[in-house]
């Protein structure tokens, strides 16, 4: 494969090595840059995937602020996933937000043994009557579906007896083999039970954003953007969204879909349903936002729009353009390994190759083929058990409210200048010769970080600290650390600041790595002496 990749392949016993091989690919190296994605992890490997319940509740429910998200399990499961997101919400109008509050039925020993329905019945009434949210959602863990709880059951009394919605989500840990199937199971629900249901009013230029969770007040820059510009943001799923606002996405014009990975069910279920089309955007990196805007402008092709968007561009590149001038001093001639969940390791690259730093390796913890390899690939992807596991939703023409913002001639005319209804996934924009490496572990990680020397390693919490104590700089593409918004204009400053300070620190040279230093112990292997 290539000298770095064959040494690390070695040490592993042979089922591994042939497993971990089909994961890795070196882009060009090959005649087609295939690759193994979204199977499961070989026990033994450390992985830094979560779990299905981390995908639907922690990802796609989370974000919802008007409702009350009721995790049902013992305490861990909710207590660890308290705030650690990071994605931000903040009400309007006397709209209520429950973001800060961690719900839970903290499952006790004879709950697993003698069942927890009850005490989870009388969750969802205390959660009714202290908070009175718009809806509630129950999202089970890995012992509810051992037990066998019928959440589905409780969740249906409540709603009769409180007057508000309910919803039940089976997404125990162990289903799948990743946060990605707890997307799914989140998607699906939200299209059955949620869009479509409201009747709000949309202005010009209707939108939603989707896949855009507000980590560290991302989705505010982009709303920022977008306001001035002049859309009217009908829904954003799901970053400081609302289950009131969601209940109407079906009247907007067109769908922005920023995360691919954990969204793309919805955008495509919607577009059957109701006819909208979505458009893969990214609003990560300078080029890419200008990209997006103009996409959309292109879009609605009002002339007014397209001037106004030109203009908004210029006023904000001019507002930047001296701070990442500095900034890219700084950085340039750098390079960065990139290993985040689903969308990330692509999203970035546009924004560090804008600084200067070179992406020599990315991968996803749980992308499927298609987020590396493009759509297209969809048809040739083989289905598995754990895939079948995970439940398909199909949708059909709703005949009421069922709209063409375009014609089909002139949708179909602009799909051949703009992502729509397409993503072309992350291998097709990376540089040949760099790797590209599904669901790497923390021994690829370390060999990896120590054979490329990278000045930047974009990761998360699990392995962000192995890195630093080898003296090199990571950066948390999940939470940014505390920082952000690192989205759009004013966002690619603040990430240019951040990894600009952090590469250049001198904590580095003062830092030897672990393998570097004498061993707190030594021993020889010696003849055994009679
Ligand atoms: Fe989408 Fe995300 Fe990501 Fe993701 Fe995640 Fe996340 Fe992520 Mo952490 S939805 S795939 S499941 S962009 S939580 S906001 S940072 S792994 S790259
Ligand atoms: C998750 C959430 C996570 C974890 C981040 C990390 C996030 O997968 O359950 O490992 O650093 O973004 O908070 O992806």
């Known amino acids: ?60 429910l989370g974000p919802l602020r008007d409702v009350v998200h009721i995790v049902h399990g013992p305490v861990g499961c909710s207590y660890y996933t308290w705030g650690t997101r990071r994605h931000k919400g903040r009400s309007k109008d006397g709209e209520s937000n429950f973001l800060s509050y961690c719900f839970t039925t903290d499952m006790q020993e004879s709950d697993i043994v003698f069942g927890g329905e009850k005490r989870l019945r009388k969750a969802v009434k205390e959660a009714y009557e202290l908070f009175k949210p718009e809806a509630i959602t129950i999202s089970s863990t890995c012992p509810v579906g051992l037990i066998g709880d019928d959440i589905q059951a409780v969740a249906k009394e409540a709603e009769e007896e409180f007057g508000i919605q309910v919803m039940a989500f089976n997404c125990e840990g162990y289903k799948g083999v990743s946060q990605s199937a707890g997307h799914h199971i989140a998607n699906n629900v939200l299209m059955q039970d949620v869009i479509g249901t409201g009747d709000a009013e949309t202005k010009t230029y209707a939108i939603n954003i989707l896949g855009e969770y507000n980590i560290g007040g991302d989705g505010w820059e982009i709303s920022r953007i977008l306001g001035k510009i002049g859309y009217h943001i009908v829904s954003v799923m799901t970053g400081d969204g609302t289950y009131k606002e969601l209940k109407s996405a079906h009247k907007a014009d067109l769908n922005l879909v920023q995360c691919h990975r954990s969204i793309n069910y919805i955008a495509e279920m919607i577009e059957i349903k109701y006819g909208t089309p979505w458009l893969k955007v990214n609003f990560i990196g300078i080029e890419s936002t200008i990209n997006t805007l103009r996409n959309v402008a292109k879009y609605f092709g009002d002339e007014v729009l397209i001037q106004r968007t030109e203009e908004v561009i210029a006023e904000e590149l001019t507002s930047i353009q001296e701070a990442m001038d500095m900034y890219k001093k700084m950085c340039e001639g750098k390079t960065a390994l990139l290993f985040v969940g689903g969308s990330r390791a692509h999203h970035y690259q546009g924004l560090l190759k804008e600084l200067g730093i070179e992406t020599v390796m990315a991968g996803y913890e749980f992308g499927h083929r298609d987020d590396y390899e493009g759509r297209d690939v969809i048809p040739y992807i083989k289905m598995d058990a754990d895939s079948r596991n995970i439940p398909d939703l199909h949708v059909t023409k709703d005949e009421k409210n069922y709209r063409l913002y375009l014609s089909p001639e002139k949708l179909e005319a602009l799909k051949k200048e703009m992502p729509l209804s397409r993503y072309d996934g992350m291998i097709k924009e990376m540089k040949n010769g760099s790797y590209v490496i599904d669901d790497l572990n923390h021994f690829e990680s370390e060999e990896l970080l120590k054979s490329l020397k990278p000045s930047l390693f974009c990761s998360g919490i699990k392995d962000k600290y192995v890195a630093q104590k080898m003296g090199i700089f990571s950066k948390q593409l999940h939470s940014y650390d505390y920082s952000g918004p690192y989205a759009g204009f004013k966002g690619a400053v603040i990430f240019a600041k951040d990894v600009s300070m952090g590469m250049n620190t001198p904590t580095w040279g003062f830092i030897t790595p672990l393998w570097k230093q004498e061993p707190l112990l030594q021993g020889e292997v010696m003849e055994e002496v009679a």
Request: aromatic share 4%; hydrophobic share 30%; glycine share 8%.
């Open 1 to 60: 494969m290539s000298k770095k990749i064959d040494s690390i392949l070695e040490k592993y016993p042979p089922k591994v090595k042939k497993n971990r091989m089909k994961h890795i690919v070196v882009k060009g190296k090959n005649e087609k840059d295939e690759i193994e994605a979204n199977t499961r992890t070989m026990p033994g490997i450390i992985s830094n995937r979560g779990c299905c319940f981390a995908g639907c509740k922690g990802v796609v």
